[in-house]
C-alpha cells in the first residue's frame, strides 16, 4: 500500500517506517503535521494515498478534524484512515471514528496488533479496487468513489456525510477493541428497512442508496439526544450502538421513528414518492461481553431486526388472506 503517516513526535515517524518494513510490502511518506500532510495530499493527486496512519492528538490541526479534511476530498471518500493514540486518549476514539476513522492503533505498539490492524486494512483496500475495476464499465456516469459502493447495495456500503454514522468496517473494529469499562453502559441494537430487496430489485442504484441514506438520517435525527454511533451493514439494516447507560424500548423507539418517517418526504430521483418504514431489533446490553461474545451481540443485533422485518411482512400478508379460500 501507499501510505501517508502523519505524527508530530519524529520518533513515532522512525518507529512506523521500521514496522511497515517488515510486515508487508508498503510505500510509506511521512509528514510532521497536518498542514504538511494536506500539502503532500495535493502533491500527489496523481498517484493517491491507500491509506493514511494519524496520530490522533497533535500540535495545531489534530488527527479527528485531518479526518474530516481528508474523507470531504473525492479521491478519499473513502479511504482507509488509522488513529495512532496513546492508551491514555481513548476518549478521542468514538470523536475519531465518527469523523471516519476505519480504526485505531495504540502507542506503545505491540507488533502483533499493528500487522493484524495493517493486513485488514490491506485487505479492505485490495476488495474496493477490485470492485471499483469491476463497476467501471456499467457506471461511467458514477464517481469512481462511489462505483464500488453502489455495485452492489446488499453490502455495507459508506452512508456520509451523517453526524454518527460510520463505515460498517469501523463500527465493527470500533466495538471489538473497545475495553470492558469502555463497554459498561452500551448498547447495541439495529433497524432493518421493511421490503429492502423489494426496493433494491425495484429502485436504480443511486435511488436506493439516497434511500438508505434518508432512512439513516431520520434514525440520527430520533437518536440524537443520545450518544451514539450508527452504521449500514447491507441489505437495508443499521447497526447502532449507544452508551451512557441508554437501554431503549424498541418498540418506541421503532414507533417514533416510523413516525418521523411518515413526516418527511422521501422521493427517487425523477420524483416518485417512497414510504419507507422499518422494524427494530432486540436491544442488547455490552457490558461484561468481550471477544466472540460481542461480535454474537452484535449478529444478535442484526438478525433480530431483519426477522421482526420479515415478520411484519409475513403478518400483513396472513391478514390480507383471512377468509380467502386456498
Given at each position: 500500500?501507499?501510505?501517508?503517516?502523519?505524527?508530530?513526535?519524529?520518533?513515532?515517524?522512525?518507529?512506523?517506517?521500521?514496522?511497515?518494513?517488515?510486515?508487508?510490502?508498503?510505500e510509506?511518506?511521512?509528514?510532521?503535521?497536518?498542514?504538511?500532510?494536506?500539502?503532500?495530499?495535493?502533491?500527489?493527486?496523481?498517484?493517491?494515498?491507500?491509506?493514511?496512519?494519524?496520530?490522533?492528538?497533535?500540535?495545531?490541526?489534530?488527527?479527528?478534524?485531518?479526518?474530516?479534511?481528508?474523507?470531504?476530498?473525492?479521491?478519499?471518500?473513502?479511504?482507509?484512515i488509522?488513529?495512532?493514540?496513546?492508551?491514555?486518549?481513548?476518549?478521542?476514539?468514538?470523536?475519531?471514528?465518527?469523523?471516519?476513522?476505519?480504526?485505531?492503533?495504540?502507542?506503545?505498539?505491540?507488533?502483533?496488533?499493528?500487522?493484524t490492524?495493517?493486513?485488514?486494512?490491506?485487505?479492505?483496500?485490495?476488495?474496493?479496487?477490485?470492485?471499483?475495476?469491476?463497476?467501471?464499465?456499467?457506471?461511467?456516469?458514477?464517481?469512481?468513489?462511489?462505483?464500488?459502493?453502489?455495485?452492489?447495495?446488499?453490502?455495507?456500503?459508506?452512508?456520509?456525510?451523517?453526524?454518527?454514522?460510520?463505515?460498517?468496517t469501523?463500527?465493527?473494529?470500533?466495538?471489538?477493541?473497545?475495553?470492558?469499562?469502555?463497554?459498561?453502559?452500551?448498547?447495541?441494537?439495529?433497524?432493518?428497512?421493511?421490503?429492502?430487496?423489494?426496493?433494491?430489485?425495484?429502485?436504480?442504484?443511486?435511488?436506493?442508496?439516497?434511500?438508505?441514506?434518508?432512512?439513516?438520517?431520520?434514525?440520527?435525527?430520533?437518536?440524537?439526544?443520545?450518544?451514539?454511533?450508527?452504521?449500514?451493514?447491507?441489505?437495508?439494516?443499521?447497526?447502532c450502538?449507544?452508551?451512557?447507560?441508554?437501554?431503549?424500548?424498541?418498540?418506541?423507539?421503532?414507533?417514533?421513528?416510523?413516525?418521523?418517517?411518515?413526516?418527511?418526504?422521501?422521493?427517487?430521483?425523477?420524483?416518485?414518492?417512497?414510504?419507507?418504514?422499518?422494524?427494530?431489533?432486540?436491544?442488547?446490553?455490552?457490558?461484561?461481553?468481550?471477544?466472540?461474545q460481542?461480535?454474537?451481540?452484535?449478529?444478535?443485533?442484526?438478525?433480530?431486526?431483519?426477522d421482526?422485518?420479515?415478520?411484519?411482512?409475513?403478518?400483513?400478508?396472513?391478514?390480507?388472506?383471512?377468509?380467502?379460500?386456498?
Amino acid at each position: 500500500m501507499k501510505i501517508l503517516a502523519v505524527d508530530d513526535d519524529p520518533i513515532i515517524l522512525e518507529l512506523l517506517a521500521q514496522i511497515l518494513s517488515v510486515v508487508g510490502t508498503h510505500e510509506l511518506t511521512t509528514a510532521a503535521n497536518a498542514a504538511e500532510a494536506l500539502g503532500t495530499i495535493a502533491q500527489n493527486g496523481a498517484a493517491p494515498f491507500d491509506c493514511f496512519l494519524l496520530d490522533i492528538h497533535m500540535l495545531g490541526l489534530g488527527g479527528v478534524e485531518l479526518t474530516r479534511q481528508i474523507h470531504q476530498m473525492n479521491s478519499y471518500a473513502f479511504t482507509p484512515i488509522i488513529m495512532l493514540t496513546a492508551r491514555s486518549e481513548k476518549s478521542y476514539i468514538e470523536r475519531a471514528f465518527a469523523a471516519g476513522a476505519t480504526d485505531y492503533i495504540t502507542k506503545p505498539f505491540d507488533l502483533t496488533e499493528f500487522t493484524t490492524r495493517i493486513r485488514i486494512t490491506e485487505e479492505l483496500v485490495l476488495s474496493r479496487k477490485a470492485h471499483i475495476a469491476a463497476a467501471k464499465p456499467a457506471s461511467a456516469r458514477l464517481k469512481v468513489t462511489q462505483a464500488a459502493e453502489l455495485l452492489d447495495p446488499s453490502r455495507p456500503f459508506t452512508v456520509q456525510g451523517i453526524k454518527g454514522v460510520i463505515d460498517y468496517t469501523a463500527m465493527e473494529n470500533y466495538v471489538a477493541q473497545l475495553s470492558r469499562s469502555s463497554l459498561f453502559g452500551s448498547t447495541v441494537f439495529a433497524f432493518t428497512l421493511r421490503k429492502s430487496e423489494a426496493y433494491n430489485d425495484a429502485l436504480a442504484a443511486e435511488d436506493f442508496r439516497f434511500l438508505i441514506r434518508d432512512v439513516a438520517q431520520v434514525i440520527a435525527d430520533t437518536l440524537s439526544n443520545q450518544h451514539f454511533l450508527m452504521s449500514h451493514a447491507g441489505n437495508g439494516t443499521y447497526l447502532c450502538i449507544t452508551r451512557s447507560g441508554y437501554h431503549p424500548d424498541m418498540a418506541q423507539l421503532n414507533e417514533r421513528v416510523n413516525i418521523s418517517l411518515n413526516n418527511v418526504q422521501i422521493m427517487t430521483v425523477d420524483g416518485t414518492e417512497l414510504y419507507p418504514r422499518v422494524s427494530a431489533g432486540a436491544a442488547i446490553r455490552l457490558v461484561w461481553k468481550s471477544g466472540e461474545q460481542i461480535s454474537s451481540a452484535l449478529a444478535t443485533a442484526l438478525t433480530t431486526a431483519t426477522d421482526a422485518a420479515a415478520e411484519y411482512e409475513r403478518l400483513k400478508t396472513d391478514f390480507f388472506q383471512i377468509g380467502k379460500s386456498a
